[in-house]
């Protein structure tokens, strides 16, 4: 991957994942909603005081998400290399296979800028009111009274999440299988079962939640499944750094040796 893409990837991806978790200002500012009870997505929602910063924070780490990812499925495509010499069959090739014929790099990748579109959507299309913490909201959501941009940040929700599954998935199996991102390589994988426990965790409570049941810290359970995005997307971020320098750093010492053997 070209250093100058994985170091402009790399740049937008991390403050997209710091921006990712403004949710944890709640813990200094006044909300008025339960952390443990209530949706992330309800901070941001149209009638909540502070709903204006945490929609322009959503709208900030989707955009930095989304263009990271573009700039980085672009690179990995821009790398896919000369076609293999006629008559040699594929068993028969040795070196490692170009970046653009990775097929989960570029399902990843891919994903991943779903992730981000949706999130920045999300924002676009705020909750009007917050309907675990509101109970005539509520009602009017059972009822189908509220407006289209409501149910449309339900769909834009799923979206994103459903982006950052696929993509943790296929960039970490990326990084084991092809070699690359070795910090990732190596926390990829509890992050990614993590991420999976907390989102089962998450569909759990929002099911007992639309029952009439028991919520089951249906708060803590979506905050977890969102920091652990925002997690894997800095490591993600730090793992594109590092390859860059170590990058570098490799190709100096080849210009090293030749310099000193000419003299």
Known sequence: MPGKVTRASAVLLFPGALAYTAWVLEAVVGTGLDPLRTYVSELAAADQPLGGLFRATDLA????????????????????????????????????????????????????????AATAADALLPLSCAPTADPECAAREAAGLLPATHTAHAVSS????????????????????????????????????????????????????????????????????????????GVLAVSLARERATGEAASVRPAESRLGTRA
């Open 61 to 116: 780490a989707g955009l930095l998400v989304l263009t990271g990812a573009v700039t980085g499925l672009l690179a990995t495509r821009a790398t896919a290399g000369p076609a293999p010499e006629p008559g040699v069959p594929s068993w028969a090739r040795t070196g490692p296979a170009p970046a653009g014929r990775r097929p989960r790099l570029l399902a990843g990748w891919t994903a991943l800028a779903l992730f981000g």
């Open 158 to 233: 799923v979206l994103a999440m459903t982006g950052a599954l696929l993509a943790m998935l296929a960039l970490t199996s990326a990084a084991r299988g092809y070699g690359l991102w070795r910090p990732l390589a190596r926390t990829g994988p509890v992050l990614v079962a993590l991420e999976l426990a907390a989102t089962a965790w998450t569909l759990a409570a929002t099911a007992a939640f639309e029952t009439g049941g028991e919520l089951w810290a249906l708060g803590a359970a979506q905050r977890l499944q969102v920091l652990l995005v925002a997690a894997w997307t």
